[in-house]
């Protein structure tokens, strides 16, 4: 029963990945935690679960970070950084789960656009940013998932 369990969690994790309204890092997590409960299974000692706890929120602050930093850094001011924030929530209740790539890109395409005075290439390279952002922060949280679940397989392999 706690197999099934720790394998519904890591499988949202995994859908977490790509929809930010899911925590997919902590649901990984959960499902990790589960697993090193089951009698059985010692691949998980207690300093690896401190450790992929730990590791399981930092990416949960990188991955908003990112978003934000990203369109900093190409160039963004405080109007596409807002834009990028109206973007993520408009565009996920209303395109899910395409409005998760298109809503912070195109809020922060019109924030950038205020921002420097409708320079439209300007506003493009900022808003690339948000996508940048979007997709780092996709490749960690997946990446944790994957592991997470790599974690789960073995337990029934080996």
Same mark, same amino acid.
């Given at each position: 029963?706690?197999?099934?369990i720790?394998?519904i969690?890591?499988l949202?994790?995994?859908?977490?990945a790509?929809l930010?309204a899911?925590?997919g890092p902590a649901?990984?997590?959960?499902?990790v935690?589960?697993?090193?409960y089951?009698?059985?299974?010692?691949?998980?000692d207690?300093d690896c679960?401190?450790?992929?706890?730990?590791?399981?929120?930092?990416?949960?602050?990188?991955?908003?970070?990112?978003?934000?930093?990203?369109?900093q850094? /190409?160039?963004?001011?405080?109007?596409?950084?807002?834009g990028?924030?109206i973007g993520?929530?408009?565009g /996920?209740?209303?395109?899910p789960?395409f409005?998760?790539?298109i809503?912070?890109f195109?809020?922060?395409?019109?924030?950038a656009?205020?921002?420097?005075?409708?320079n439209?290439?300007r506003?493009?390279?900022i808003?690339?940013?948000?996508l940048?952002? /979007?997709l780092?922060?996709t490749?960690?949280k997946?990446s944790?998932?994957?592991?997470s679940?790599w974690l789960?397989?073995?337990y /029934?392999l080996?």
């Amino acid at each position: 029963m706690l197999e099934v369990i720790s394998f519904i969690l890591i499988l949202f994790g995994l859908l977490g990945a790509f929809l930010p309204a899911i925590p997919g890092p902590a649901l990984s997590f959960s499902g990790v935690l589960i697993l090193s409960y089951i009698p059985g299974f010692h691949d998980i000692d207690t300093d690896c679960l401190i450790y992929l706890g730990l590791v399981a929120g930092l990416i949960t602050f990188l991955d908003y970070w990112l978003q934000i930093y990203s369109v900093q850094f /190409f160039g963004g001011g405080r109007k596409s950084t807002i834009g990028v924030i109206i973007g993520i929530i408009i565009g /996920f209740i209303l395109l899910p789960p395409f409005g998760i790539i298109i809503g912070p890109f195109f809020g922060a395409y019109i924030g950038a656009l205020y921002e420097s005075d409708f320079n439209q290439f300007r506003a493009l390279k900022i808003a690339s940013g948000a996508l940048v952002g /979007f997709l780092c922060g996709t490749i960690l949280k997946l990446s944790y998932s994957i592991y997470s679940l790599w974690l789960l397989v073995s337990y /029934f392999l080996w």
